[in-house]
Nanobody, 122 residues
Framework: QVNFVEIGGTTVQTGGSLRLSCRVSGETYGFCIGWFRQAPLNEREGVAT??????TYADSVKGRFTISQDNAKNTLYLAMNDLKPEDTAMYYC??????????????????WGQGTQVTVSA
């Protein structure tokens, strides 16, 4: 069992920055962790993953978002810069066993949190 509590979502203006945090608890050995997002009426989209320091990003966020983790604090972060209205979504921490990557964090997620809402105003 892996549990997540996401915080940090809010409303920001286009071009703004935001950092999401996710407190991780439980046994994460063997799991790849990351973020996916879902906007109303849209499918889930993998955003970023991190596994032993190796990171992957969706093309839509490359160069703007950075995933990182602080193992001492059991916390996962997502730093988001140059935010756009199309980034508006509920953002979730998630864990997938085995294979990593932004596709697998959606297709194979075993655990995810309640989410935190990010709204980017035009």
């Amino acid at each position: 069992q892996v549990n997540f509590v996401e915080i940090g979502g809010t409303t920001v203006q286009t071009g703004g920055s935001l950092r999401l945090s996710c407190r991780v608890s439980g046994e994460t050995y063997g799991f790849c962790i990351g973020w996916f997002r879902q906007a109303p009426l849209n499918e889930r989209e993998g955003v970023a993953t991190i596994d032993n320091g190796a990171t992957t990003y969706a093309d839509s966020v490359k160069g703007r978002f950075t995933i990182s983790q602080d193992n001492a604090k059991n916390t996962l972060y997502l730093a988001m810069n140059d935010l756009k209205p199309e980034d508006t979504a509920m953002y979730y921490c998630a864990a997938v066993y085995g294979r990593c990557g932004v596709y697998n964090i959606v297709a194979g997620a075993s655990y995810w949190g309640q989410g935190t809402q990010v709204t980017v105003s035009a």
